[in-house]
């Protein structure tokens, strides 16, 4: 095979090219570091040529941990928003969720992009180009099929020059999923936090934010005989006033407070879970109207970072209050109250953009070093959070969009952004993230449903959701009110958790539509067929 070969150009203000040249790409690492001049940087650029094989799949890592990212065909595109209506996007926000404000989408056949790492793969051979830092700037990857080339940018626009830098720092390897994805880990040094496995309930997807202490306790109740000692028992949004106000939770839905719900979960013998979005705050919220001037400003005004509620904003986490407020909260839920894990949410609001001292991704990283310290030793699963400046930081990482109670939502929904509310999505990107479970944390696929009530899924939607959820993640949550299984229902929950034992898992995802899944379990090799 010959030799590989991508040619890079840097470039900062004033029209300076520091450094322009063509390099080998050899198997393993391969990192550039310049002498820039004083300026700032303007683009950091590399290109690959690089041709498919017939049949070869593409698969691009999107932003966050909502965002959808399947394998894709040589022909695909990857849709933007121009389709909609322009105030609609301001509106609702639309852009914030995931890259659409500062990556270019050329909505082209053929051509895909993603952030941090992408593979190419052709049967069971795959060639991983990935990023082996992120600090100096997110690692950009675009393919273009019609024109055979592989660009790689560094997301380092405006950062000030100050002698050397680290233009791009590859890893490149070819051989199977498990060569390639073990030599790429082992060259970050990452390994995961924790080695247990949960299992547990959840309290979203079925009451959503309506909860009280009488729900919480009573689907507690329900959990007896389903959920084992060491499970996780974790309330999720509703318990606080509003978004931004945590040092107490609303009075009227938690008149014990929330130790109690804690020590209750406690005398049941399972972990106690609770759900906070630590960097952003909604507008009706105590915490934005009262303190203003704690805000992430960009052009002046605060970063707006979605519709979610009643419309919420990014905390600075570069203000000596906001870093104070933090850890008192994370001191009160964590040692006061008693939980064990947090489920950190819409954590892509910390870092909207960088400055000219840190980059967009460093800045992220940051923030979840700041999320690492402020927990401790405790557990955290995260979510809404851009993959790579996750990586060995938090114990659980959701790598899907949120499950809805039907497959694929409304066709209004289906139009929106790639972070969007998809069963469907969910189950792929659990999927064809699968790698990263076991080596950057444990995956948390989302839930799974064995109930009949308050849900459109059909039978075989829902056995495919369980299936993947109890296979390809190392945390399995329902939100079920497991009181009202069926005998039927409470052996089926079982022989998830054994699914979680499975050994040899492998992927068969060439025909379209279809993915075929196969792994060894109690002395058997187990087939299933997914259709999706």
Not at 244 to 261: N, Q, S, T, Y
Not at 265 to 288: M, R
Request: hydrophobic share 35%; with cysteine.
């Amino acid at each position: 095979m010959a030799e590989l070969q991508y040619e890079v150009q840097v470039s900062v203000t004033d029209g300076v090219t520091a450094f322009v040249g063509k390099l080998p790409l050899r198997n393993g690492e391969n990192r550039l570091a310049c002498d820039l001049p004083r300026g700032h940087i303007k683009s950091i650029t590399a290109t690959l040529p690089l041709t498919l094989t017939p049949g070869e799949k593409i698969f691009m890592n999107g932003f966050q941990t909502w965002t959808f990212c399947p394998e894709y065909d040589v022909d695909s595109r990857i849709r933007s928003l121009r389709h909609l209506p322009a105030a609609g996007v301001r509106h609702f926000g639309l852009d914030r969720y995931g890259d659409n404000y500062f990556v270019d989408y050329p909505e082209k056949k053929g051509v895909t992009h993603g952030e941090s790492y992408c593979y190419f793969r052709l049967g069971e051979r795959y060639r991983l180009f990935a990023s082996l830092d992120e600090k100096p700037g997110y690692t950009l990857f675009q393919y273009d099929a019609e024109a055979a080339r592989l660009t790689i940018r560094r997301d380092a626009e405006g950062l000030r020059c100050q002698g050397t830098f680290h233009a791009l720092d590859l890893f490149y390897a070819e051989g199977t999923e498990k060569e390639v994805f073990d030599a790429w880990f082992r060259a970050l040094a990452i390994s995961p936090r924790t080695n247990k496995k949960l299992a547990g309930y959840s309290s979203w997807y079925n009451r959503y934010q309506a909860i009280s202490q009488d729900t919480i306790l009573s689907d507690l109740e329900s959990c007896a005989g389903v959920l084992e000692p060491g499970d996780l028992f974790q309330i999720d949004d509703g318990w606080e006033p509003a978004i931004g106000d945590w040092l107490e939770p609303d009075g009227k839905k938690f008149p014990g407070g929330m130790k109690e719900a804690a020590d209750k979960i406690h005398e049941q013998g399972f972990l106690a879970g609770l759900w906070l979005a630590p960097f952003v705050a909604e507008k009706n919220s105590a915490l934005y109207q009262e303190h203003p001037d704690w805000f992430y400003l960009h052009e002046g005004k605060p970063w707006f970072c979605g519709s979610n509620w009643s419309g919420f904003y990014a905390l600075d986490i570069d203000k000596p209050e906001v870093i104070d407020y933090l850890k008192r909260v994370f001191d009160r839920v964590l040692n006061e109250w008693g939980f064990d894990l947090l489920k950190l949410d819409f954590l892509y609001g910390a870092a909207p953009f960088g400055s000219e001292a840190e980059s967009r991704a460093g800045r992220m990283i940051r923030a979840m070093e700041l999320l690492r310290s402020l927990c401790g030793d405790k557990l955290i699963l995260g979510c809404g959070v851009p993959l790579m400046p996750a990586f060995g930081l938090v114990d659980y990482c959701r790598v899907s969009c949120d499950v809805g109670l039907d497959w694929d939502g409304s066709w209004l929904m289906q139009q929106t952004h790639r972070e969007r509310v998809s069963t469907r999505q969910a189950i792929l990107n659990s999927i064809f993230r699968r790698e990263l479970n076991g080596r950057a944390f444990y995956s948390d696929p989302d839930v799974f449903f064995l109930r009949e009530k308050n849900l459109k899924l059909k039978k075989d939607e829902k056995n495919a959701l369980a299936t993947v959820c109890s296979l390809f993640g190392g945390m399995m949550l329902t939100s079920d009110s497991m009181g009202e299984y069926t005998e039927e229902a409470r052996q089926k929950c079982q022989q998830l958790r054994r699914n979680r034992d499975a050994a040899g898992l492998r992927v068969e995802a060439d025909e379209p539509g279809v993915i075929t899944l196969s792994f060894r379990l109690g002395g058997k090799v187990h087939r299933c067929t997914l259709r999706l």
